[in-house]
């Protein structure tokens, strides 16, 4: 039941920077984070288009598939796959204001044209999976854009990617606020709804991240199990939030256990890794500020083994207890239970 395939992307490795002060710890050739992950346990990894190709708005277009073949090499001399590309639209000037939602026309067509240059790296780097984070999708100020006709056009962009390359699957993240307000698309339902306007629903699903769950004020097992139910949860980005603040990337599990727990209840329950789209478990966690650099992939170790850790307790899970107490409507004992299952007392 389950194979869990985990993943973690080269940003997870960074030097702490924050909106309160610059990176501290050296930077890291992304060659060594490759041989690192596969040292630490990992088995693929996952892109935006500029991990993949850093120069690329610069590079033609055979160029940059050239180079991504180059990263292929590399991650197949360390036996990873790749996961997926994501277009990283929200670093350029260019998608300052929104990338599929931007303000001028021309500002939209570098976006486009990012997303179809991002399938190419994924079909380069031996990947059908590609994901879109939706960063500055929405607005600051929210007199700045008409949302109904910037929302028509994030369909728009999607089909423009489905057309382009009919062998494709678009995982949407869907994330409520941050680096913008308000978001146009903040939660599984907003990524299944905009799936089903496009050309090809089919080839449209989700990717739900722990914490953009609890910053939409939702339980990320829920979201999990939303997409589960239409077999629409292409992947899964695990780590932790201590609330509706700002975006933390907590190691998966620290803050909040029993939600962790059941994070990975509903995944093994329902098979996750073997649904057909070659799911991965993503740790989308960074380390924090005060990390050693040294000690710079304890965050990622931390979370893969709390999962593990976690996912023997669900092996364990007393299911005819559980049915005893669901037909008492004995959830006080059933509670009791869980809690000393996680304290190792049952
Ligand atoms: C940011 C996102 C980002 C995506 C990849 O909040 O989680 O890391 O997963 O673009
Ligand atoms: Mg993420």
């Not at 933390?248 to 994070?263: E, M």
């Not at 070659?278 to 931390?302: S, W």
Request: aromatic share 10%.
């Amino acid at each position: 039941m389950a194979t869990f395939r985990f993943t973690a992307g080269p940003w997870n490795i960074h030097e702490g920077n924050e909106t309160f002060g610059p990176g501290i710890r050296p930077q890291i050739p992304f060659e060594d984070k490759i041989v690192k992950f596969k040292e630490i346990g990992l088995d693929g990894v996952q892109f935006h288009d500029d991990d993949a190709v850093p120069d690329m708005n610069d590079m033609s277009e055979t160029a940059i598939v050239d180079y991504a073949k180059d990263v292929k090499g590399l991650l197949d001399k360390n036996g990873l796959f790749a996961e997926f590309v994501a277009p990283r639209l929200w670093f350029d000037k260019r998608t300052n204001d929104g990338a599929y939602t931007a303000s001028l026309d021309e500002d939209y067509d570098f976006a486009v044209w990012r997303s179809l240059r991002s399938i190419d790296i994924a079909r380069a780097l031996g990947t059908n999976k590609i994901q879109l984070w939706y960063a500055r999708e929405g607005t600051l100020c929210a007199e700045g854009k008409d949302p109904v006709a910037k929302i028509k056009k994030m369909r728009d962009a999607i089909n423009t990617m489905l057309e382009y390359d009919p062998g494709i699957l678009i995982l949407i993240e869907p994330k409520p606020n941050e680096p913008i307000d308000r978001s146009y698309c903040g939660t599984a339902g907003h990524g299944l709804a905009l799936g089903a306007q496009t050309i090809d629903p089919s080839r449209v699903g989700l990717c739900i991240e722990s914490a953009h769950s609890i910053l939409a004020g939702l339980d990320p097992a829920n979201d999990m199990a939303f997409g589960l139910a239409w077999n629409k949860l292409w992947g899964v980005h695990l780590n932790d939030q201590n609330g509706i603040r700002y975006d933390q990337d907590k190691s998966f599990g620290v803050d909040n256990l029993r939600q962790a727990f059941n994070q990975v209840k509903v995944l093994y329950e329902n098979n996750f890794g073997d649904l057909g789209n070659f799911e991965c478990v993503g740790l989308d966690v960074k380390a924090m500020r005060t990390q050693p650099a040294e000690d710079c992939y304890r965050h990622l170790i931390n979370s893969k083994a709390i999962f593990l850790k976690l996912l023997e307790k669900v092996k364990r899970f007393d299911y005819d207890f559980q049915k005893k107490c669901v037909t008492e409507q004995n959830f006080e004992k059933l509670e009791m239970y869980v809690i000393d299952l996680l304290l190792g007392e049952a």
